[in-house]
């Protein structure tokens, strides 16, 4: 019902950045938040910043002033741009979004990405 096609992670060296793409589709309604999270090896998954489809942003402190959350509401596409990369920023990281379908009555509705590794090494 809902497709999520992430892209843009790799190997960059410290200070480097990248810029994460999750492009959604489905024959819903419409999505509603979308954001990133991240998985470090033996760590919780945590959030790195979320946007809604109004613009407004959310992000983890640890990583405001370095990432920046975008979104093109006609492509439904969340972006992740990540500046300034440091080694404790290697993870997997998660698109997520939250969808809504008025005709299946399903309303906010969480859905993962498969993740994509960013790697951030000498």
């Known amino acids: 019902q809902v497709q999520l096609v992430e892209s843009g992670g790799g190997l960059v060296q410290p200070g480097g950045s990248l810029n994460l793409s999750c492009a959604a589709s489905?024959?819903?309604?419409?999505?509603?938040?979308m954001g990133w999270y991240r998985q470090a090896p033996g760590k919780e998954r945590e959030l790195v910043a979320t946007?809604?489809?109004?613009?407004?942003?959310n992000y983890a402190d640890s990583m405001k002033g370095r990432f920046t959350i975008s979104r093109d509401n006609a492509k439904n596409t969340v972006y992740l741009l990540m500046n300034s990369l440091k080694p404790e920023d290697t993870a997997v990281y998660y698109c997520?979004?939250?969808?809504?379908?008025?005709?299946?009555?399903?309303?906010?509705?969480?859905?993962w990405g498969k993740g994509t590794l960013v790697t951030v090494s000498s």
């Open positions: 946007i809604t489809s109004g613009g407004s942003t």
């Open positions: 997520n979004v939250r969808w809504t379908d008025y005709i299946q009555g399903y309303y906010d509705m969480p859905y």
């Open positions: 489905g024959s819903i309604s419409s999505f509603n938040k």
